[in-house]
Antibody, heavy 117, light 108 residues
Framework: QVQLVQSGAELQKPGASVKVSCKTS????????IHWVRQAPGQGLEWVGW????????HYPQRFQGRVTMTRDTSISTAYMKLSNLRSDDTAVFYC??????????WGQGTLVTVSP | EIVLTQSPGTLSLSPGEGATLSCRAS???????LAWYQQKPGQAPRLLIY???SRATGIPDRFSGSGSGTDFTLTISRLEPEDFAVYFC?????????FGQGTKLEIK
């Protein structure tokens, strides 16, 4: 079965960077985009961007450009999201999700990133 | 960027009643590329509806989606206790995906 398993919770200081992993299994990794979504405590969902695992191409909304970098390692079917220059308002749960033309059925369990001095 | 506005913010209903949730877009969502997700506390979102009206695999038929252009609706007939959650709409017509702010469906 399709699974997306994310790395564990992180505590980082303002100005630092965090890299979250999303290890996939149960399907051919390069055939589906991976999207990342952020959810601040008690708030809604915010799309952070996608990566095409086949080509490595990425697309980010302007609010994250310059601070987010998405990469992948096809040899281990894993996608990564790095967010730099962290601020306190980056404290959130980050999810990866497998994209498809019929919706995002499969999600990771979420990774809590806490930014605190 | 397409802004999605969901209403109401909170909906208080009793099990067995029907629910109507609205999602309005700031501009037309082409090809009706709109999805609905359900989220419960501590869980990842769960896909309910895609392409505005197609029910995702495994979703009960009491969930239905409708609408086109800028106005979309999620209807839940005969609410079950497990349906009380937060619901988000998402558009994927634009290269910049966006979500609505969510509607909380709570037990009255």
């Amino acid at each position: 079965q399709v699974q997306l398993v994310q790395s564990g919770a992180e505590l980082q200081k303002p100005g630092a960077s965090v890299k979250v992993s999303c290890k996939t299994s149960g399907y051919t990794f390069i055939e589906y985009y991976i999207h990342w979504v952020r959810q601040a405590p008690g708030q809604g969902l915010e799309w952070v961007g996608w990566i095409n695992p086949r080509s490595g191409a990425t697309h980010y909304p302007q609010r994250f450009q310059g601070r987010v970098t998405m990469t992948r390692d096809t040899s281990i079917s894993t996608a990564y999201m790095k967010l730099s220059n962290l601020r306190s308002d980056d404290t959130a749960v980050f999810y990866c999700a497998r994209g498809s033309s019929s919706g995002w059925y499969h999600w990771g369990q979420g990774t809590l990133v806490t930014v605190s001095p | 960027e397409i802004v999605l506005t969901q209403s109401p913010g909170t909906l208080s209903l009793s099990p067995g009643e029907g629910a109507t949730l609205s999602c309005r877009a700031s501009q037309s969502v082409s090809s009706n590329y709109l999805a609905w997700y359900q989220q419960k506390p501590g869980q990842a979102p769960r896909l309910l509806i895609y392409d505005a009206s197609s029910r995702a695999t495994g979703i009960p038929d009491r969930f239905s989606g409708s609408g086109s252009g800028t106005d979309f609706t999620l209807t839940i007939s005969r609410l079950e206790p497990e349906d009380f959650a937060v619901y988000f709409c998402k558009q994927y017509a634009s290269s910049l995906y966006t979500f609505g702010q969510g509607t909380k469906l709570e037990i009255k």
